[in-house]
């Protein structure tokens, strides 16, 4: 993509529109933004919540929103890197943006881990292939630690597509919008020790789960599982978790 700090900006008002609608159901009590940029979705998305908070680290945007919106009681703009701000501090929220894309996966994972309750919603603008990883059914081509270490925490649902031309400067791929909504009741007992288990299994994508697993797990363990033979990417998320209790 090329840009630095991702700074592909989204102008089409039917877009913006879109995904505040999906990110900000009506009554919304609080919405972070990460990454505002010149503001197109954050004026989508102030009349939609009580609180907006954005958090912004360029100094010149941050300082020309922060200006913009300098009456507006429910604008609150940080200027600040997203991966080293608390987004939980403010209580429970949904979380959007167009992200920038040099640290899509970060964001995501930084966003899943927060603590339960914290995040009620997120709806992502990313890249459209990274979209279809996210949202990945086992045997495709696209099912790999991404998939579950998403999965495992969060429903995805693919809302729509966005076309290079919606953004100045274009990008050079499509983009996707996404939905993540928390499971009500976590998935996976232990989330840490899974992940790492997922990373195993999925460590080279095209060899099976006994040459991914073997030398990280009990190899007695790893020799007596059933599904030993058979690719990680054959597995959905409950016989991973599953396979990760017998091992
Ligand atoms: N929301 C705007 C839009 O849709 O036009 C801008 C989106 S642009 C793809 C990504 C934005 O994230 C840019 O404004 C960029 O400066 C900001 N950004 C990049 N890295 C960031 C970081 N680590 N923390 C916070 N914001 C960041």
């Not at 907006?52 to 360029?58: H, K, S, T």
């Amino acid at each position: 993509m090329g840009r630095p700090l991702g700074q592909h900006f989204l102008f089409q008002a039917s877009i913006l529109e879109r995904i505040a609608a999906a990110a900000c159901p009506p009554g919304t009590p609080l919405c972070i933004e990460i990454g505002p940029g010149p503001g197109g979705l954050t004026r989508c998305l102030l009349p939609r919540c009580n609180h907006l908070v954005a958090v912004e680290i360029d100094p010149a945007l941050a300082a020309a929103l922060r200006a913009e919106f300098t009456s507006e009681p429910r604008f609150e703009l940080v200027q600040a890197d997203v991966l080293a701000t608390n987004l939980g501090r403010w209580g429970p929220a949904a979380i959007c943006g167009n992200l920038p894309y040099y640290i899509t996966s970060p964001i995501i994972d930084q966003v899943l881990s927060l603590p339960p309750g914290t995040l009620t919603q997120a709806v992502f603008l990313v890249q459209r292939e990274v979209a279809g990883r996210l949202a990945a059914q086992p045997g495709s081509r696209d099912y790999g630690y991404l998939t579950v270490a998403t999965q495992a925490r969060c429903r995805v649902e693919r809302l729509f597509t966005v076309k290079p031309s919606s953004f100045r400067p274009p990008p050079k791929v499509d983009s996707a919008v996404v939905r993540l909504t928390p499971h009500l009741q976590p998935l996976v007992p232990d989330l840490p020790a899974f992940l790492k288990f997922a990373s195993a299994c999925f460590r080279q994508k095209r060899k099976t789960l006994r040459n991914n697993l073997m030398g990280v797990y009990d190899k007695a363990r790893v020799e007596a599982l059933p599904e030993a033979g058979l690719r990680a990417e054959q597995l959905s998320i409950s016989q991973l978790i599953a396979l990760h209790r017998s091992v």
